[in-house]
Nanobody
Framework: QVQLVESGGGLVQAGGSLRLSCAAS????????MGWFRQAPGKQRELVAA???????KYADSVKGRFTISRDNVKNTVYLQMNSLKPEDTAVYYC????????????????WGQGTQVTVSS
């Protein structure tokens, strides 16, 4: 099982940027698809972006054109660059590992990070 540690959250004004990082331990990182999820108060956890082991990506419609997911298989790290942030992006962001991308679907893996808070002020 992959162990995941997120970092990079914080408070930012609307229109600003943040970059989240998710550092993974374990020797299966390079062959795993990875995903970023978020959960706002009172809402269900939702997929934000995912990336396959080969670098193919998928995004939620609400973040397309603003967020970019990437990975560094040497550093065992996946990133989420978030630009043009909006107050509705406020949530706890979670990294998920060990997943699979099949067609248009991201199948959740068994590994979760502890979450990092992102707050966007208006």
């Amino acid at each position: 099982q992959v162990q995941l540690v997120e970092s990079g959250g914080g408070l930012v004004q609307a229109g600003g940027s943040l970059r989240l990082s998710c550092a993974a331990s374990g020797n299966t990182f390079s062959i795993s698809s990875m995903g970023w999820f978020r959960q706002a108060p009172g809402k269900q956890r939702e997929l934000v972006a995912a990336i396959s082991s080969g670098g193919s990506t998928k995004y939620a419609d609400s973040v397309k054109g603003r967020f970019t997911i990437s990975r560094d298989n040497v550093k065992n790290t996946v990133y989420l660059q978030m630009n043009s942030l909006k107050p509705e992006d406020t949530a706890v962001y979670y990294c998920n590992g060990g997943g699979t991308i099949s067609g248009s679907n991201y199948w959740i893996g068994s590994s979760w990070g502890q979450g990092t808070q992102v707050t966007v002020s208006s």
